[in-house]
């Protein structure tokens, strides 16, 4: 098994520039969730979703996120425009069920300058 | 809001020694606990899960316990190793949703 690959792994780019992230669950795993890790906050859930439909994107701290998920194999999450203190990294999981362990990629680092 | 805390936030120990985590919550109406080990510049790697009806969940040298009357966890590693050096998280799931809330991590340092 692949396990979650998330890409790119680094990403540093400008303030105002569009940055696009990407999320390859494991497959047959029907739920995907976004998360953000800083020194300061922590983990926290950004947006989670079961079978492509998202359930919860409370955690979007605002309209400058959106995610995707055209299908079972692919998400995005993007943010536009960039701003400095969305500087993190960004991690995906997935998991066969609600009841089953989340698997993590190895996360993006993200800085924007 | 649930929220999790876990004490201590750093720990050395000497390799051989047996050593527990601790972990607290909240809100006790939880779905699930997991534990999580997080290596630098890695994500997150599921160590045990325990469901809200379940005590305690034994994986090797790794021995988690759930107490959801008290907010309480706790994991157990037998025998440190220098190899168990990591951040250890707990997070818990709610019951009317499927999303973590993690504590803030302890950090182990297994000192050969």
């Known amino acids: 098994d692949a396990g979650v690959i998330q890409s790119p792994r680094h990403e540093v780019t400008e303030m105002g520039q569009e940055v696009t992230l990407r999320c390859k669950p494991i497959?047959?795993?029907?739920?995907l969730f976004w998360y953000r890790q800083t020194m300061m906050r922590g983990l926290e859930l950004l947006i989670y979703?079961?079978?492509?439909?998202?359930?919860?994107d409370s955690g979007m701290p605002e309209d400058r996120f959106s995610a995707k998920m055209p299908n079972a194999s692919f998400s995005t999450l993007k943010i536009q425009p960039s701003e400095p203190r969305d500087s993190a990294v960004y991690f995906c999981?997935?998991?066969?069920?609600?009841?089953?362990?989340?698997?993590f990629g190895d996360g993006t680092r993200l800085s924007i300058l | 809001k649930q929220e999790v805390t876990q004490i201590p936030a750093a720990l050395s120990v000497p390799e051989g020694e047996n050593l527990v985590l601790n972990c607290s919550f909240t809100d006790s109406a939880i779905y699930n606990l997991q534990w999580f080990r997080q290596d630098p510049g890695k994500g997150l790697t599921s160590l045990l899960l325990?469901?809200?009806?379940?005590r305690e969940q034994t994986s090797g040298r790794l021995n988690a316990s759930l107490d959801k009357s008290s907010g309480r966890s706790t994991l157990y590693i037998a025998a440190s190793q220098p190899g168990d050096s990591a951040t250890y998280l707990c997070a818990v799931s709610g019951t009317g949703a499927n999303n973590l809330f993690f504590g803030t991590g302890t950090r182990l340092t297994v000192i050969p």
């Open positions: 999981a997935s998991s066969f069920a609600r009841n089953q362990p989340q698997h």
């Open positions: 979703f079961n079978n492509n439909v998202p359930i919860d």
């Open positions: 325990i469901q809200s009806s379940q």
């Open positions: 497959s047959g795993h029907d739920y």
